[in-house]
């Protein structure tokens, strides 16, 4: 089992920066990859960002690209989300997730075995 515990949400105003963490605990020596999704309220849950745990190969969503970058320390078992630029779309609760299994594709919600709470970002226009 991996437990994940996301933090750093809160309230912006557009334009603002926020940066997530997500801090890893458990069976993390298996894990393939860590991603970022958000699910605003009456909208189906989307990816925003992925990293491979090993590589570091990164994923970023169309909608974040340029504003948006996802990293991680291997040392600290974490991952973070730097978001600049916000803008009220944005607005949702961000979930982090991790995976064991390899491979394509990287931004599917149902290929990732493990996810956290939850944290809420809000921006405001």
């Known amino acids: 089992q991996v437990q994940l515990v996301e933090s750093g949400g809160g309230l912006v105003q557009a334009g603002g920066s926020l940066r997530l963490s997500c801090a890893a605990s458990g069976r993390t020596f298996s894990t393939y990859a860590m991603a970022w999704f958000r699910q605003a309220p009456g909208k189906e849950r989307e990816s925003v960002a992925a990293?491979?745990?090993?590589?570091?190969?990164?994923y970023h969503a169309d909608s974040v690209k340029g504003r948006f970058t996802i990293s991680r320390d291997n040392t600290k078992n974490t991952v973070y989300l730097q978001m600049n630029r916000l803008k009220s779309e944005d607005t949702a609760v961000y979930y982090c997730a991790s995976r064991t299994r390899r491979g394509q594709p990287i931004d599917e919600p149902r290929e990732y075995d493990y996810w956290g709470q939850g944290t809420q970002v809000t921006v405001s226009s």
């Open positions: 990293i491979t745990w090993t590589f570091g190969s990164t």
